[in-house]
């Protein structure tokens, strides 16, 4: 009910500041800002920015779609629409920092974020840092990072957006996004909801060889999300910012496959609600700019109708960008969290203070090559953390319309335990030290224009060893985390794009492709069995291929994504096959006036691939998806 | 009297029973067929369904994985595997998630059976006559992690369904029967239900903690492994005879094919400076009723004993935290290592063929 209140309070200031901002006729130089405020001190490492016209044809998707289909980053989905986890460079899902207003949305307990969670339609940006970024962004990022933004539009006039999507299996999608503004002050509005029955059928042989196809159970999704932001420019020199976002997920856990007919296929269900509240101040100086945030942060997790976990967060940041001259600046802050969690096998007066702070140094050496050193330590109670530095550099080679850019990259970067590592019951333990990820990584971006052709070709190449990784044993009955084992990963990944104009439109070819071996070089005791293998679910090969054209207002796409064997828990005795996955859409868009109206059909596993994702975990054969589009624009 | 009583009924039914298992019906004289084959049962991850069992054959010394996946075409058993019990030449594998019996062929492993049952939580089993009972946890409480509805499933072996359900206490895990009475251990409680499978009346043992598995040793005497060590239960009088205290046991036991010498797990306490607790396989002797003062067998993160009491030799094995291939490890009755081998996802019991 607070919460409600709190929500509704929130959302009637938006509209107040929103209603004195239009009273108010008021011209402002601009204040631009681009790309986020980490990437100038992260020359080295590898960035990719999320295609607008992707998210768009994803918008009723999540992160883990988003995933799947643009990156050769493997999500390990258990079922469909389930939890999915990431594994970046052969890393585990904890081993990830997903980011929103520089808050990590990393359960504080499990230490990792369902991507399926994430909804795309609350977001216009999406940026990838492949590697370990530690120095920037503190604990979990050491395989890689992801930043969820929405920048200012900083419209004059509104913008609204209706999307409807019917999909199969009972899938249902609304949303709205509104945007309204007068450039100096600017509400944006995203409010989903999404149901997915997910009663797909699948085959199963059973134990005389007959073949039934069989409903999947217990496999329910419902999402709803509401972001709001408030964005002004309060004077000529500062920004501030207004944020809100609640999320309520709820599915069923779907069960693993059945063996016969009649077996029941009863299961659990999990309720994650989330409240997010950010707000953001930053003041541009001549030589420098100050920025500054305070959120707060409600995670709140109910399996099966009773038992409760949950967490709230008070964050706030502070961090001054230095501009030195043409050729450097520095940038220093720190940050201080205030957690209390409310978990049945926590002491009950559990709270906890930690904090980081930075410093990172952007310096230009010679025209076109720049340096970054950066390091940051964070302090939390009961456990280490080292300090995390990084050097990064580019250097970039220009000659009329090519652009071949080299960079580098050292790296420490670190894990925390999470609370549930250190304050489990009697087994959680406050000695536990941080994982430690020490990364290299060497690569180079192409950009080629010939006449009309534009050619995108960029290749990462990565070593990393990952060591003091948390695994829980059992010593006796009782369960409890050491600091076991050790990974060594190393890869290639290459993304390709070319484009180039036809009659009346635009075709846009692409291809992507990783190589991943991860070793476990350290297992759970000396002889563990595992040593030298490659890690459980972290595939070897991953590619994808993509074939847009754009002709009129039509738009017609393809594109397939192939995922390599892995090797299931057993990586001795148990290979889950490897699967490749067709999509095709249709899009068509209708001008009336200033008002835009698009219709959109998916065929998605076009050629019904029977797969698993995770062994025994049935996945949807082919099926359809239908979005309509509604957008209006008063500007 | 009582003691010729005693031993008539306990030669008519000397099984030996070890953990997870029970063998066929034997003569308990000294013309036992040496079993060699040695199933082990690999319990699988929670929810994963990747249980499987192992086939290790004692005279060359091999194993081989995922037998019954093998046996029957590729078609896996798709569950956690709780428990095997042998009867009649049949191998009943009591599974979780999804909850059923599969019956296999205990000659090639090929299925028999895999009859609808809705059981909830079954563990283990156990066969009197042409009737199966099974310990069944029943659904979670989540609001307190408890089970307040646990019970003991009755399966008629000819139709393969169920035909009732028992009373008992909560979280009911091994289940024993001799004469007329089977015994289980509630092991979220400290006491024993005693049923009585003629008229269905049920008494209880009380005990000081909370029981896990039984063992039948050469004079009657029942031994239950609680968390605090071993219980002691006349198996005509049905009354608590015997207690012993021992520290960290895990409730794994197995006896020896004489039934005089019973064969515990215990793990060393906890010690934060250390990556792991050593395990141990400590000897209890029924006759005297002492325990070894040193450790038989010493190793790390032991998860399962079996003895196979034909050929004396003993088996343990190491799940390696169900985090990938387990190991298991064969010794010779004076704790002589004989061999090692890589298995599936935490094996947890062994049964000899």
């Known amino acids: ?635 | 009297m009582n003691k010729i009583i005693k031993s008539a009924a306990f030669s008519a039914i000397f099984v030996t029973v070890l953990l997870f298992s029970s063998c066929d019906t034997g003569n308990g004289g000294d013309e036992i067929p040496k079993k060699t084959g040695v199933l082990i049962l690999n319990e699988g991850n929670f929810g994963s369904g990747n249980g499987s069992i192992s086939f290790y054959d004692e005279k060359s010394m091999t194993i081989t994985n995922n037998v019954v996946q093998s046996a029957n075409g590729g078609s896996e058993i798709g569950a956690t595997v709780q428990s095997i019990y042998q009867h009649d030449g049949v191998g009943y594998i009591v599974c979780n998630g999804p909850d059923k019996i599969e019956f296999i062929n205990m000659d090639d492993f090929s299925y028999l059976a895999n009859p609808e049952t809705n059981l909830s939580q079954p563990r283990y089993m156990t066969v009197v006559g042409n009737k199966g009972y099974i310990t069944c946890w029943g659904p979670w409480d989540f609001n307190d992690w408890t089970l307040p509805d646990s019970y003991i499933a009755v399966m008629d072996l000819n139709t393969k369904t169920i035909v009732d359900s028992l009373e008992c206490g909560s979280a009911p895990e091994g289940i024993f029967s001799i004469g007329d009475y089977l015994y289980i251990a509630n092991s979220f409680e400290t006491n024993i239900t005693v049923v009585n499978i003629n008229d269905l009346s049920s008494s209880k043992i009380n005990l000081a903690s909370m029981p896990e598995q039984f063992s039948l040793d050469a004079s009657g005497t029942i031994w239950v492994s609680v968390s605090s060590g071993l219980y002691g239960i006349n198996s005509m009088s049905r009354e608590k005879t015997d207690s012993l205290l021992v520290s960290n046991i895990d409730g794994k036991i197995a006896m020896d094919g004489t039934g005089e010498k019973l064969y515990l797990l215990a793990v060393e306490p906890w010690d934060p400076n250390k990556t792991n607790s050593a395990s141990e396989v400590r000897v209890f002797d029924t006759k005297t009723k002492t325990l070894s003062m040193t450790a038989l067998i010493t190793g790390e993160d032991f998860y399962g004993i079996g003895y196979n009491g034909t050929t004396n030799k003993i088996y343990v094995s190491d799940s390696k935290a169900f985090s990938g291939p387990g190991q298991i490890y064969v010794y010779d009755d004076q704790g002589v290592k004989l061999d090692e081998q890589i298995t599936s996802v935490g094996p947890s019991g062994f049964v000899y063929k």
């Open chain 1, 1 to 635: 009910m607070k919460i409600r209140i709190a929500l509704f309070t929130f959302w009637m200031l938006c509209i107040g500041f929103l209603a004195k901002a239009q009273i108010e006729t008021v011209t402002l130089e601009e204040i631009v800002v681009k790309g986020l405020p980490f990437e100038k001190f992260s020359s080295g490492s590898k960035i990719q920015k999320a295609d607008s016209v992707n998210l768009e044809l994803l918008g009723q998707g999540t992160l883990a779609d988003y995933m799947q289909q643009n990156t050769t980053v493997y999500i390990k989905e258990q079922g469909n629409k389930m939890l999915a986890s990431v594994s970046f460079r052969g890393t585990g899902s904890s081993h990830t920092a997903v980011f929103w207003s520089d808050i990590n949305l990393n359960s504080l307990t499990l230490g990792s974020t369902d991507f399926n969670e994430i909804p795309l339609f609350l977001f216009d940006d999406i940026t990838v840092q492949y590697g370990g970024a530690s120095s920037l962004h503190g604990s979990d990022a050491i395989g890689g990072s992801i930043h969820l933004s929405s920048s200012p539009s900083w419209i004059k006039g509104s913008k609204i957006q209706f999307r409807q999507d019917f999909g199969s299996y009972g899938n249902l999608f609304s949303g709205v996004k509104m945007d309204i503004g007068n450039g100096r002050w600017e509400s944006k509005t995203r409010i989903f909801n999404r149901m997915l029955k997910n009663n797909f059928n699948y085959t199963i042989t059973d134990r005389i060889g007959d073949k039934y196809e069989i409903e999947q159970q217990n496999a329910g999704v419902h999402n709803v999300g509401v972001l709001q932001e408030l964005n002004g420019k309060i004077t000529k020199n500062s920004t501030l910012s207004m944020k809100a976002w609640m999320g309520s997920n709820y599915h069923q856990i779907q069960p693993i496959e059945v063996s016969s007919p009649g077996q029941l296929q009863t299961g659990d269900e999990i309720l994650d609600k989330n409240l997010r509240l950010v707000t953001e101040y930053e003041h541009f100086f001549s030589k420098g700019i100050l920025s500054s945030s305070i959120g707060y942060v409600w995670d709140y997790q109910l399996f099966n109708d009773a038992e409760r976990i949950e967490t709230k967060r008070t964050v706030a940041n502070l961090s001054y960008e230095w501009i030195i001259g043409d050729k450097t600046t520095i940038k220093s802050g720190g940050n201080a969290q205030y957690i209390v969690p409310k978990v049945w096998s926590y002491r009950e007066d559990l709270t906890e203070w930690r904090g980081d702070v930075f410093i990172s140094l952007n310096q230009v050496l010679m025209k076109n090559w720049q340096i970054n050193l950066n390091a940051r330590q964070t302090f939390v109670p009961f456990t280490t953390a080292p300090i995390a530095p990084s050097i990064s550099s580019s250097y970039l080679l220009q000659k009329e319309d090519l652009k071949l850019t080299f960079r580098g990259q050292l790296e420490r970067s670190y894990r925390i335990p999470t609370f549930n590592d250190r304050y489990w019951g009697e087994q959680g333990r406050n000695d536990l030290s941080s994982e430690n990820g020490y990364s290299m990584e060497l690569g180079h971006n192409l950009e080629w224009i010939i006449s009309d052709y534009t050619i995108d070709f960029d290749v990462a190449t990565y070593y990393m060893i990952v060591d003091d990784w948390i695994a829980w044993k059992p010593s006796g009955s009782l369960w409890r985390p050491y600091n076991l084992k050790k990974v060594k990963a190393s890869g290639v990944e290459l993304n390709g794009k070319l484009t180039f104009p036809i009659s009346h439109g635009l075709l846009d070819l692409g291809a992507m492709y990783a190589y991943n071996k991860s070793i476990l070089l350290e297992g759970i005791s000396e002889n563990d069995p595992s040593v030298g293998f490659q890690l459980p679910y972290t595939p070897l090969n991953r590619f994808g291929i993509h074939a847009n054209i754009t002709y009129k207002k039509l738009f017609l796409g393809v594109n397939a994504f192939y995922t390599g064997m892995r090797y299931g828990i057993d990586v001795i005795n148990e290979e889950v096959p490897d699967f490749l996955l067709t999509n095709i859409t249709v899009s068509k868009n209708i001008h009336v006036g200033k008002q835009n109206f698009s219709i959109e059909g998916q065929v998605l596993n076009v050629l019904d691939v029977s797969y698993q994702n995770v062994n025994r975990y049935a996945m949807p054969g082919r099926n359809f998806l239908i979005s309509l589009k509604f957008l209006i624009n008063n500007k």
